[in-house]
């Protein structure tokens, strides 16, 4: 069983930085695509970023590329969000997800996640 909690929303200003954390339970962590989603109020589910298994590849939903990084430490079993230059737009639940089959390549689709946290809220003022 894959357990994920993260933590580290908040509410900010337009302009500031968060980074948000997810603690992942599971001794496959370190074999497994790892992704950040969001939903805003009214909106589907979107992209924001994931990262390969051995964290050699990521990738980016558009509206978020240059302004937020993703990366993982497998010793930790943890993977992290570093978001800079904050929007209102960039308001919404984030949710951390682990792909659903080890030893996977990277997807931006939501379905080939499995496993997903409670989410974590970040608002951003303007």
């Known amino acids: 069983q894959v357990q994920l909690v993260e933590s580290g929303g908040g509410l900010v200003q337009a302009g500031a930085s968060l980074r948000l954390s997810c603690a992942v339970s599971?001794?496959?962590?370190?074999?497994?695509?790892m992704g950040w989603f969001r939903q805003a109020p009214g909106k589907e589910r979107e992209l924001v970023a994931t990262i390969t298994w051995g964290g050699g590849f990521t990738d980016y939903g558009d509206s978020v590329k240059g302004r937020f990084t993703i990366s993982r430490d497998n010793t930790k079993n943890a993977v992290y969000l570093q978001m800079n230059s904050l929007k209102s737009e960039d308001t919404a639940v984030y949710y951390c997800?682990?792909?659903?089959?080890?030893?996977?390549?990277?997807?931006?689709?939501?379905?080939?996640?499995?496993?997903w946290g409670q989410g974590t809220q970040v608002t951003v003022s303007s």
């Open positions: 599971s001794g496959t962590f370190s074999r497994r695509v």
């Open positions: 997800a682990a792909r659903s089959t080890i030893f996977s390549v990277g997807s931006s689709r939501e379905r080939d996640y499995g496993y």
